[in-house]
């Protein structure tokens, strides 16, 4: 499918997710590998999105809500590539910044001053540049006195502080947030929030996954209701939020 529209920056087509999960309990590796030698293990097939469409134009604020296994963060990690279609198409136009997950692309052996660097080589940005940016994203995540800790003693709060800040310090075309916020504390989900909407202001588009409906009222103008792995509703922001509480 073509994105006619040159405005589209994400178009997912009537997608269909896919797993395969294990119909019986297996208690350790050596039992999981000696039933799959001897062919006996099942699976059941287990459907995570169902004929899933949604197109965002450039600048949007889409919030997607749902109750838990609905397949909110499935969505998200398809159409940042982390998961393939089963059946369907994504097509992407600009560059992601990912906040899936906490942590991800963070050595937990690494000091946080280590990890900075290391996750900017990830994003594709060199060394230098990476120096230069430091010290505002250290004032941002407000850990100066927490640099030369491994990751692996920050507090999931601490970690998604450093997440945020190293994934918004360039502007992305694309910023896609899982969750990820909501073990902040209130005044930095607050200074997070400021931050995004600046970005909207200046043509960054959104995807935000949160169980606050009042952060995505506060930050989406439009909004999709997943319901097990189907799309229940999509359109406007508070129409949709309102159902859902309503529902």
């Known amino acids: 499918m073509k994105m006619d529209d040159k405005n589209i920056v994400i178009d997912v087509s009537d997608v269909t997710v896919r797993f395969n999960r294990a119909s019986q309990q297996v208690n350790n590796l050596k039992e999981y590998v000696i039933k799959m030698v001897k062919k006996e293990l099942m699976f059941q097939e287990f459907l995570a999105l169902q004929n899933v469409s949604l197109q965002v134009r450039k600048g949007e604020a889409w919030g997607i809500v749902g109750t838990n296994g609905s397949g909110k963060s499935t969505l998200l990690k398809l159409i940042c590539g982390i998961l393939k279609p089963y059946k369907g198409s994504v097509i992407l136009s600009g560059t992601i910044a990912p906040l899936i997950e906490l942590g991800a692309g963070f050595d937990g052996e690494l000091t946080a001053r280590e990890n ?3 996750n900017g ?9 990476m120096k230069e940016q430091f010290e505002e994203i250290i004032d941002f995540a407000e850990l100066w006195d927490f640099l030369d800790m491994p990751i692996k003693n ?3 709060g601490m970690a998604a502080r450093l997440g945020f800040a190293v994934a918004t310090m360039v502007q992305p075309d694309i910023l896609i947030c899982d969750e ?18 600046h970005m909207l202001e200046t043509g960054t588009t959104l995807l935000y996954v949160s169980h606050s409906i009042t952060s ?29 509480m309503n529902f």
């Open 180 to 197: 990820v916020l909501s073990v902040g504390d209130y005044k930095f989900q607050e200074k997070c929030e400021k931050r995004m909407k």
């Open 116 to 118: 900075v660097l290391l």
């Open 121 to 129: 080589t990830l994003l594709g940005y060199s060394e230098s540049f």
């Open 154 to 156: 920050y507090s999931s």
């Open 216 to 244: 995505v009222q506060n930050l989406c103008d439009h909004a999709l209701w997943l319901d097990k792995g189907h799309v229940k509703m999509c359109g406007d922001a508070d129409t949709i939020c309102d159902a859902y």
